[in-house]
Structure formats: structure tokens, C-alpha cells
């Protein structure tokens, strides 16, 4: 009977710490969610002053060629539809540092002090990155491609027998879409530093292996700049040449880590 009674006390006490963590995984997920539903609501309050900063690369190349900067919608609900598309997008990106934070003080408790100040690092690096990722994109790529895209429109010339006109009149689901494609595209492939440094911390990968894969990385990379980007080579072009470069700087990154890593026990015998 008695041990009967110590199976049961320790089978509690064993399932005690799984439902601990479960209702704290349970309480940061709730407050994540939180976080992106206030995000929504404040991006669906300006969801006209979002669209026009976003409109603004397509809005400049239209009046250099002396176009009107308009776009139109063609379906009844497709304005709405594009501000709740903008406040999901603004909601996120307003959440991910409370969503980052959240998942950090879940993490936290379970690492020892050198594995919190190994993490903390690249966790306010990746945020950093990806708005970085974003930026680039906002302010580079897409004056580019676009003026690339546009470059194709065609004047109605009455010295030239049947000329047909080509018009750019773009929908504002069409614009917005592609250019959160753009957006979120760059602002993710800025994190393969993030993702390839902590994979050579944990041991996953090596400088040396990183290298030797280097031509299969240049195939996936030119796959992945394909299938993300429009079809068009400048965009392409751009995509490669900035995750590539990334690469590389992974590949230093992990031989850093690989450094550090070998110092760390000669000092721990220089010390003892």
C-alpha cells in the first residue's frame, strides 16, 4: 500500500512542473495574441496614412513619367479587404518585439546564465535584421523593379499607323500584395545570419561544412530568389547578390563561434 502511494506521489510530482509549463506557455501565447489584436486595431485606425507610405515608390515613379499617381479597385469590397490585409501586416510587425519578448521570458527560465547572454544577442538581432531586410527592400528594390515593370507601358503615337496605347492602371489589392511580398521576402532572408549562427552555436553546422556546400547554397539562393520575386532579372539579381552576402557573413559568424568555443577551455585551465 505504501508503495502504491509513493508511485502516485511521484507520478504528481512529475506531472506538476509539465502542467507549470504548460500554463505558462498558455499565459505568453495569450498575451502574444493580445499584442497582435492591439496591433491590429491601432493599423485599422490608419489604415489610409499605412497604404499612402506604402503607395509612395509607385506613386513618385508615375510622376516622373507624368502619369496621375491613382490606383483602383475593381471589386466593392476590395477596399476594405486591402485595410484589413494592411492591419493584419502593421498588426504583426507592431507585435513581433512583444511576441519576441514573450517567447524570451518562456525561454529564459530553462537556460543557464551563459545560454541567456549566448540567445539575448540574437534576439534583438533579428527584429533588427528584419526591419533592416524591409527597409532595403522599401527604399531600393522596389523603386527598381517597379520602374522596371513600368518600363513596359507603351504611348499612343499618331505618326505610326495602329499604335496601341499601354496604360499602367494598377488595383490597390495587386500593388499592396506585391509589395508585402517584397517586403516580408527581404525582411526574412535577413535572418539567415540569425538562423545559421545559432545553428553552428548548437553544433547543427560548421564553417568548414558551410563551405564546402557553398555552390549548392549559390543553386538554392538563385531558387529562392526565383520563386519570391517577380519575374524579372533586376529584382532577382538584387536578391541573390544580398543573400549570398549574407551567407558569407554567416559562414564568418560560425567561425567566430568555432573560435570562442576553442578558447573557452584554455582559459577555464589558465584559470584553475
Given at each position: 500500500?505504501?508503495?502504491?502511494?509513493?508511485?502516485?506521489?511521484?507520478?504528481?510530482?512529475?506531472?506538476?512542473?509539465?502542467?507549470?509549463?504548460?500554463?505558462?506557455?498558455?499565459?505568453?501565447?495569450?498575451?502574444?495574441?493580445?499584442?497582435?489584436?492591439?496591433?491590429?486595431?491601432?493599423?485599422?485606425?490608419?489604415?489610409?496614412?499605412?497604404?499612402?507610405?506604402?503607395?509612395?515608390?509607385?506613386?513618385?515613379?508615375?510622376?516622373?513619367?507624368?502619369?496621375?499617381?491613382?490606383?483602383?479597385?475593381?471589386?466593392?469590397?476590395?477596399?476594405?479587404?486591402?485595410?484589413?490585409?494592411?492591419?493584419?501586416?502593421?498588426?504583426?510587425?507592431?507585435?513581433?518585439?512583444?511576441?519576441?519578448?514573450?517567447?524570451?521570458?518562456?525561454?529564459?527560465?530553462?537556460?543557464?546564465?551563459?545560454?541567456?547572454?549566448?540567445?539575448?544577442?540574437?534576439?534583438?538581432?533579428?527584429?533588427?535584421?528584419?526591419?533592416?531586410?524591409?527597409?532595403?527592400?522599401?527604399?531600393?528594390?522596389?523603386?527598381?523593379?517597379?520602374?522596371?515593370?513600368?518600363?513596359?507601358?507603351?504611348?499612343n503615337d499618331d505618326s505610326v499607323l495602329e499604335t496601341v496605347g499601354i496604360t499602367?492602371?494598377?488595383?490597390?489589392?495587386?500593388?499592396?500584395?506585391?509589395?508585402?511580398?517584397?517586403?516580408?521576402?527581404?525582411?526574412?532572408?535577413?535572418?539567415?545570419?540569425?538562423?545559421?549562427?545559432?545553428?553552428?552555436?548548437?553544433?547543427?553546422?560548421?564553417?568548414?561544412?558551410?563551405?564546402?556546400?557553398?555552390?549548392?547554397?549559390?543553386?538554392?539562393?538563385?531558387?529562392?530568389?526565383?520563386?519570391?520575386?517577380?519575374?524579372?532579372?533586376?529584382?532577382?539579381?538584387?536578391?541573390?547578390?544580398?543573400?549570398?552576402?549574407?551567407?558569407?557573413?554567416?559562414?564568418?559568424?560560425?567561425?567566430?563561434?568555432?573560435?570562442?568555443?576553442?578558447?573557452?577551455?584554455?582559459?577555464?585551465?589558465?584559470?584553475?
Open positions: 500500500m505504501t508503495e502504491n502511494q509513493d508511485e502516485k506521489s511521484f507520478e504528481i510530482s512529475a506531472s506538476a512542473p509539465l502542467i507549470e509549463h504548460l500554463a505558462e506557455l498558455r499565459s505568453r501565447l495569450i498575451k502574444s495574441v493580445t499584442f497582435f489584436i492591439i496591433g491590429i486595431i491601432i493599423c485599422f485606425s490608419v489604415a489610409s496614412y499605412i497604404f499612402n507610405f506604402l503607395a509612395k515608390p509607385i506613386v513618385e515613379i508615375l510622376k516622373v513619367n507624368g502619369q496621375e499617381p491613382d490606383l483602383i479597385f475593381t471589386g466593392l469590397q476590395q477596399g476594405f479587404m486591402v485595410n484589413i490585409q494592411i492591419s493584419l501586416f502593421g498588426g504583426f510587425i507592431l507585435a513581433f518585439p512583444f511576441i519576441g519578448f514573450q517567447l524570451w521570458k518562456f525561454v529564459a527560465p530553462g537556460l543557464y546564465k551563459a545560454e541567456k547572454g549566448a540567445f539575448l544577442p540574437f534576439l534583438i538581432a533579428s527584429p533588427v535584421l528584419f526591419f533592416t531586410g524591409a527597409s532595403f527592400a522599401f527604399y531600393v528594390v522596389m523603386p527598381l523593379a517597379f520602374d522596371f515593370f513600368l518600363g513596359f507601358q507603351q504611348k499602367y492602371l494598377g488595383t490597390i489589392n495587386e500593388y499592396l500584395g506585391l509589395s508585402m511580398k517584397f517586403i516580408i521576402a527581404f525582411g526574412l532572408c535577413f535572418q539567415l545570419p540569425v538562423l545559421l549562427t545559432l545553428m553552428g552555436k548548437a553544433g547543427l553546422v560548421s564553417s568548414m561544412a558551410l563551405s564546402k556546400v557553398r555552390k549548392y547554397a549559390v543553386v538554392c539562393i538563385l531558387l529562392v530568389a526565383a520563386i519570391v520575386t517577380p519575374p524579372d532579372v533586376v529584382t532577382q539579381i538584387i536578391l541573390f547578390s544580398v543573400v549570398y552576402l549574407l551567407y558569407e557573413i554567416s559562414i564568418f559568424m560560425v567561425k567566430l563561434v568555432e573560435r570562442k568555443r576553442e578558447k573557452e577551455p584554455e582559459e577555464s585551465a589558465n584559470e584553475s
